[in-house]
């Protein structure tokens, strides 16, 4: 599909910019990974309040179809669940599109099962397990006699790619697991079937991590078993310290990415770069970098 993407390219350029636009004026279409669309809305809301007349809009797709568009000159700016495969860097490279690119925040993959499902951790092998088809009931991991129901994200998703490099590696997802469009899709599936096993990016999963007020209402998030050493194990849950110091082990980062020479770009990226990683912290999610301190959610 990407050795296709020089032949369709526009060929006029990255026709967008107004004459007035600025760094902090004008108009910006932003297109968001919509695994990580609920961490970015604060931040589009932020950047407006502080600059008045900048206009920033988003739509949201697949990880794979979002960097597909900026290829294609048909967005400029891109927030995506995983840096540029080698294929998608040289398809810039051939249509001679010199990007900025850099991390601004972490994420985590959270399991997700029914709030009545006995289960609350599992190791990593068990998941690769689960998701293989190699485990296909919940009384095989310390549960009830129960089939598992595998919720998965579609094609070109951001945390399916990331799941099958680092958990399934060689193996392939079960066949029967169904794969869903969209989290709104998922959740909807989830109330008929109490033996599900779905996953989500911290921003949807983060009403069911709520130290103080958990809504489990839908579902509740799994702890990852992990080995510290030889004779010590510990669950570790995805709040917002554990991915930041990478305690909890499937965790990724999040990029921006835009055409150089765009100043509107430049200017929301400055923002992802600077004031945006506290209005991540602030927000409950892992930021790249730590401005200030980490909230301990953990209760002692």
Not at 120 to 148: E, M, N
Request: charged share 25%; proline share 6%; aromatic share 10%.
């Amino acid at each position: 599909m990407l050795a296709a993407l020089s032949a369709v390219v526009i060929l006029t350029g990255c026709a967008y910019t107004s004459d007035d636009e600025t760094t902090t004026k004008g108009s910006l279409q932003v297109t968001i990974d919509q695994s990580v669309a609920p961490m970015i809305d604060p931040q589009l809301k932020e950047f407006m309040r502080i600059w008045q007349d900048a206009k920033i809009t988003n739509e949201t797709m697949l990880t794979r179809k979002a960097i597909e568009k900026l290829i294609n000159r048909e967005t400029r700016f891109v927030i995506v669940a995983r840096d540029f495969k080698p294929e998608e860097t040289e398809a810039l490279k051939k249509v001679e599109l010199e990007l900025e690119k850099k991390p601004i925040a972490v994420d985590a993959v959270c399991f997700l099962v029914h709030p009545e499902n006995p289960v609350k951790a599992l190791t990593p092998a068990q998941l690769r397990d689960i998701l293989s088809g190699k485990i296909t009931d919940w009384s095989s991991v310390g549960g009830k006699k129960q089939p598992i129901q595998l919720f998965i994200t579609s094609l070109n998703d951001g945390q399916r790619e990331y799941l099958q490099d680092s958990l399934l590696r060689a193996e392939s997802f079960a066949k029967s697991a169904y794969p869903c469009t969209s989290f709104a899709q998922m959740k909807s599936f989830m109330p008929k079937s109490q033996g599900f096993l779905g996953y989500a990016g911290t921003g949807y999963a983060r009403p069911a991590l709520d130290i103080r007020q958990p809504d489990t209402t839908a579902f509740k998030v799994l702890s990852i078993i992990v080995a510290r050493d030889s004779s010590r194990v510990e669950s570790v849950e995805p709040h917002q310290e554990q991915v930041y110091l990478g305690e909890y082990p499937l965790t990724y980062r999040i990029y921006f990415a835009y055409p150089l020479r765009q100043k509107l770009p430049l200017g929301f990226a400055s923002f992802l770069a600077r004031e945006g990683q506290g209005v991540f912290q602030k927000n409950g999610f892992a930021p790249y970098k730590q401005p200030v301190r980490i909230v301990n959610f953990r209760e002692d």
